[in-house]
């Protein structure tokens, strides 16, 4: 007989983006997870992949980070918030996927421990809605600044809901603020 899972995986509309969420063991004390197994996610997701680089960012409350890809060394990422929320977002740019064009949003937060998969091929960012949070995510396969590109946040062809607040626009650097438009930006 064998262990029950210490994950939970949920689907999303887009078929192998994942919601992880690890069992979270608490007493009067606090509490415990294991934030990452690879063991156990390799059971729970069917995933057989290698993380090489763990990332980690602070961020004040309505910047957006995003829609950030790269066209080689292509990463796939798990990511999780461990200090306050933020509104995750993936966006499907994989041409012969059957939900290309499509996007997803997930908050993620210290409080739900949930994470998310983000397979290679799609575009991530995230909105922070607390004060402040953190911000981790394990990638597999390295930075490469040559390759990157950023797909604009606020595209209507996309139509992603963010969570801003009626006359709040979201704080951004140069570099995310100049983000390609839908039909501009390179896919895969």
């Known amino acids: 007989m064998s262990a029950p899972s210490k994950l939970q995986v949920t689907p999303t509309a887009i078929h192998d983006v994942l919601i992880i ?80 064009g499509q ?15 983000i397979p290679p091929g799609l575009a991530h960012g995230f909105l922070v809605l607390s004060e402040t949070a953190e911000f981790l995510y394990k990638t597999t396969d390295y930075y490469h600044p040559q390759s990157e590109a950023c797909l604009a946040w606020n595209d209507s062809t996309l139509g992603i809901d963010w969570p801003l607040p009626k006359d709040t626009g979201p704080n951004m650097n140069a570099k995310d603020a100049a983000g390609l438009l839908w039909d501009a930006a390179p896919k895969f």
């Open 21 to 100: 969420e690890p069992k979270v063991f608490g007493d009067e004390r606090g509490w415990f997870t294991e934030s990452f197994n690879a063991q156990d996610f390799a059971l729970a997701t069917g995933l057989d992949v290698e993380f090489v680089q763990d990332n980690h960012s602070f961020s004040r409350q309505w910047t957006l980070r995003g829609l950030h890809y790269q066209l080689q060394q292509t990463q796939g990422k798990l990511v999780r918030v461990v200090a306050g929320s933020v509104f995750d977002v993936a966006v499907d740019i994989r041409q012969t996927s059957p939900t290309y």
């Open 103 to 117: 996007w997803v949003g997930v908050e993620l937060s210290a409080q739900n421990h949930k994470q998310l998969w």
